[in-house]
């Protein structure tokens, strides 16, 4: 069975810090394109960060030089490193992963509160 599995959510003053990992397991194919998303109660989910597997980012212009996403592709791991946290980055946050021939999965979801 693939799945997802998120964690590193939590509640953080603003200004602060929060490091998400997403573990991708159940498949031996190619995990492609990763990706964090967000959903904030009462919107739409967005796109915040993605990640090629060879390493080419791109980043939603409302946390560009906040957050960094990465991954490490010997562990099937992504990750979002989230710097000087705002109230309005508030959200449930989704890992996506693209893999081959199996298709797109999503993950359960981690909720991150910056509030003081």
């Known amino acids: 069975q693939v799945q997802l599995v998120e964690s590193g959510g939590g509640l953080v003053q603003p200004g602060g810090s929060l490091r998400l990992s997403c573990a991708a397991s159940?498949?031996?194919?190619?995990?492609?394109?990763m990706g964090w998303y967000r959903q904030a109660p009462g919107k739409q989910r967005e796109l915040v960060a993605t990640?090629?597997?060879?390493?080419?980012?791109n980043y939603a212009d409302s946390v560009k030089d906040r957050f960094t996403i990465s991954r490490d592709n010997a562990k099937n791991t992504v990750y979002l490193q989230m710097n000087s946290l705002k109230p309005e980055d508030t959200a449930v946050y989704y890992c996506?992963?693209?893999?081959?021939?199996?298709?797109?999965?999503w993950g359960r979801g981690t909720q991150v509160t910056v509030s003081s």
């Open positions: 990640i090629t597997s060879g390493g080419s980012t």
């Open positions: 996506n992963a693209d893999w081959a021939y199996v298709g797109q999965i």
């Open positions: 159940g498949s031996n194919f190619r995990l492609n394109r």
